[in-house]
């Protein structure tokens, strides 16, 4: 059971918006940086999102991040069928002294 | 370009250990983190572990203290992940990410590895 928790699934239409939520705790959402991942099969992951809500150049304003409190939110918007893949938060953990992974979600374009 | 390149597949029986390398290129190595991310089929992504190339600190995920150790090589501008008494849920796709620090953001990745673990 991952120390971060995200849904397992979410769907959209394509040209809509989606959410993807990532819950985690005071020692770690709480006073660490997220930074969000999309992985794609048969790649290796790309950094979408860094230090709560930083895009790399590379990556398209369709894509945001967001932070409060413990929880953190990705947000994707104009929604493509290339989009259809994993994505997954990552913070650091200052109990456990590591970096910890949400579960990861399944994004579903429809 | 900045890249990490990392060593090829490996076949090991349980109980073997295995040992992983990530060669940096294209950037200073001893200014960015390397973090360890490993999938295993049908599971989602799995923090390792970090070394800094450039100082003192390492630090593993707890579900793997005691089997895995990083170490980095500057003259080669390579870490190495290895892992030990390796079991079948061993069995995973192993990746290195570069990072400014613990907890900047992975920005840059190898290939991936597949270590398989079978008897």
């Known amino acids: 059971q991952s120390v971060l928790t995200q849904p397992p699934s979410v769907s959209a239409a394509a040209g809509q918006k989606v959410t993807i939520s990532c819950s985690g705790s005071?020692?770690?959402?709480?006073?660490?940086?997220v930074s969000w991942y999309q992985h794609l099969p048969g790649a290796a992951p790309k950094l979408l999102i860094y230090e709560n809500n930083k895009r790399p150049s590379e990556i398209p304003d369709r894509f945001s991040g967001s932070k409060s409190g413990t929880s953190a939110t990705l947000g994707i918007t104009g929604l493509q069928t290339g989009d259809e893949t994993d994505y997954y938060c990552?913070?650091?953990?200052?109990?456990?002294?590591?970096?910890?992974f949400g579960g990861g979600t399944k994004l579903t374009v429809l | 370009q900045v890249q990490l390149v990392q060593s090829g597949a490996e076949v090991k029986k349980p109980g073997a250990s295995v040992k992983i390398s990530c060669k940096a290129s294209?950037?200073?190595?001893?200014?960015?983190?390397i973090h360890w991310v490993r999938q295993a089929p049908g599971h989602g992504l799995e923090w390792m572990g970090v070394?800094?190339?450039?100082?003192?600190?390492?630090r593993y995920a707890q579900n793997f203290q005691g089997r895995v150790r990083l170490t980095r090589d500057t003259s080669t501008s390579t870490v190495y992940m290895e892992l030990t008494s390796l079991r079948s849920d061993d069995t995973a796709l192993y990746y290195c990410?570069?990072?400014?620090?613990?907890?900047?953001?992975?920005?840059?990745w190898g290939q991936g590895t597949t270590v398989t673990v079978s008897s």
């Open positions: 990410a570069r990072d400014e620090g613990l907890n900047y953001g992975l920005d840059v």
């Open positions: 070394i800094n190339p450039g100082g003192e600190t390492i």
């Open positions: 005071s020692s770690n959402i709480g006073k660490n940086y």
């Open positions: 294209g950037y200073s190595f001893t200014r960015y983190y």
């Open positions: 990552v913070t650091w953990d200052s109990s456990l002294d590591s970096g910890v």
